[in-house]
Structure formats: structure tokens, C-alpha cells
């Protein structure tokens, strides 16, 4: 519409006046401090994670857990299952036949 009517300056200019009213600044040139070096751990390999998995497939110590993904991320071999727990898919809590069961439901309902 702005384009028929004015072209692009007054388009540019519309937007201007939107975000002056909102009470928002626009800012045309930002200037970021010098990024500090970030000391990452080692990804977790497959031995740490399973003294965290107990017997029935659940989690213990989940903010643990999660503190040292955070820090290190995870081996590749551990991202496909675990990346399933970290985006809320399955619980923590979630017991084997319990992730069982949640996949069979969403075969289920996708076909």
C-alpha cells in the first residue's frame, strides 16, 4: 500500500512514526563489546549419563544432569535420545515403557 501511494521513503517514514509512538527507539548502528573467551567442558560421554539413568529408564539428579550438558553439551551417539528429554518430549521422569508408549501414540496418530 505505502509503496503505491509514496514509495519507499514514506513506507520507511511510516514505520519510524509506529515505533516512535510505541514508545520503542530504533537503532541503526549498535556497537558490542569484544566477545570473551567462553571456557567450555568436554561433551558427556555415554558412561557419565548412564550414572544419572536409573534401571527403569527414568532420570536422577535431572538439574545435575542438565548443568553438565549445559557446560560440555553431549557426545554425538547421546544427542538423538537425549535431545528428546532436554525439548520436553519425554519427562525425566518418563520410565521405559512410559517412552514406550508415548512413541506408539505419535506413530499412531501420524498415520
Excluded at 567442558?41 to 539428579?61: C, T, W
Aim: charged residues 30%.
Amino acid at each position: 500500500l505505502f509503496f503505491c501511494n509514496g514509495g519507499l521513503s514514506s513506507f520507511i517514514e511510516a514505520i519510524r512514526r509506529l515505533i516512535s509512538d510505541a514508545g520503542f527507539e530504533l537503532i541503526t548502528q549498535l556497537e558490542l563489546p569484544e566477545r570473551s573467551e567462553v571456557k567450555r567442558d568436554k561433551p558427556l560421554k555415554e558412561a557419565i549419563v548412564l550414572n544419572y539413568k536409573q534401571r527403569d529408564g527414568s532420570y536422577k539428579e535431572v538439574n545435575k544432569l542438565k548443568s553438565l550438558i549445559f557446560r560440555g553439551g553431549l557426545e554425538m551417539a547421546l544427542r538423538r535420545d537425549l535431545w528428546n528429554f532436554l525439548l520436553g518430549v519425554f519427562g525425566w521422569e518418563y520410565t521405559h515403557e512410559d517412552i514406550v508408549n508415548v512413541r506408539f501414540c505419535v506413530v499412531v496418530f501420524a498415520v
